[in-house]
C-alpha cells in the first residue's frame, strides 16, 4: 500500500516535548532499535486537542485505503483509534481488546460484526517490541478480518517484529534504527539508556 505520508504540525510537537511527553537522547527498545526519541505513552494522548491533531495525521495517512474498521489492542490505542476512525472518510466504526486477568486481550463477540469481511487498521499509540500488534493482527484475521496496516504515533518495531507494514507518524522525524545501521551509535553517542516495556 502507497501511505500518504502526512506532516505532523509542529506545534503539536512543540507541546509533546514542553508537557515532558516526547525525549530527545539515545534509546534502546525492547525491539533492539535504536531511536532519538522516548515518549511517554501513558500520557501522550491525555490532553484531547493534541489527540485530535495527531489522529487527523495518522488517518490521513490512510485516507485512501478503504478502512472499514479502525482496530486497537490497548486502552491507549483506543483512544487513538476513535480520533483516526473519525476523520476517515466515510467514517469507520473501532473495536478495542479488553485486557483478561491471565494478560491476553479479548475481543467482545458483540464486536465481530464490525471485523467480519471488513478491512481493518490496526492503531496503537506506539509499538515497542511488535508483540503484542502481531498477536492482536493474528486474533483479527482469525475473526475474518482483512488487515491493511498498523498505523501508530511511533514505531520502535518494523515489519520483521509484526510482519505486518507499520507506520509511526513521528518515526518521519525520529526513525527507528537497527542496532548496526544507527547513526547515533556510529557518531560515537554510546550513552544508550535500555529501555523495558
Known amino acids: 500500500m502507497v501511505l500518504t505520508v502526512p506532516e505532523l504540525d509542529s506545534s503539536i510537537l512543540d507541546y509533546l516535548r514542553r508537557d515532558g511527553l516526547l525525549n530527545e537522547g539515545h534509546f534502546e527498545y525492547p525491539s533492539g ?7 511517554d ?8 486537542q493534541a489527540s485530535s491533531h495527531m489522529g487527523y495525521a495518522l488517518a490521513k495517512a ?5 478502512i ?8 491507549w490505542g483506543a483512544g487513538l483509534a476513535q ?5 476517515l472518510e466515510p467514517r ?9 486477568p491471565d494478560g491476553t486481550r479479548e475481543i467482545s463477540m458483540n464486536l465481530h460484526g464490525l471485523i467480519e469481511g471488513k478491512r481493518i487498521l490496526l492503531v496503537d499509540n506506539v509499538t515497542f517490541s511488535g508483540e503484542t500488534m502481531h498477536r492482536f493482527g493474528e486474533a483479527i484475521t482469525s475473526l475474518g ?9 511511533w514505531a520502535g518495531a518494523g515489519e520483521e517484529d509484526t510482519h505486518q507494514e507499520v507506520f509511526g507518524l513521528l518515526n518521519t522525524r525520529y526513525p527507528a534504527y537497527d ?3 544507527c547513526p547515533l551509535c556510529q557518531e560515537g553517542h554510546h550513552d544508550i539508556q535500555i529501555l523495558t516495556l
Open 68 to 75: 472499514d474498521t479502525v482496530a486497537a489492542p490497548s486502552i
Open 83 to 87: 480520533w483516526v476512525a473519525y476523520f
Open 145 to 153: 478480518g482483512e488487515v491493511i496496516g498498523i498505523g501508530c504515533l
Open 33 to 39: 532499535r535504536h531511536s532519538a526519541v522516548r515518549l
Open 41 to 48: 505513552y501513558d500520557r501522550l494522548l491525555a490532553d484531547p
Open 179 to 181: 542496532h548496526e545501521a
Open 62 to 66: 490512510f485516507f485512501t485505503a478503504k
Open 92 to 100: 469507520a466504526k473501532v473495536v478495542y481488546a479488553t485486557p483478561r
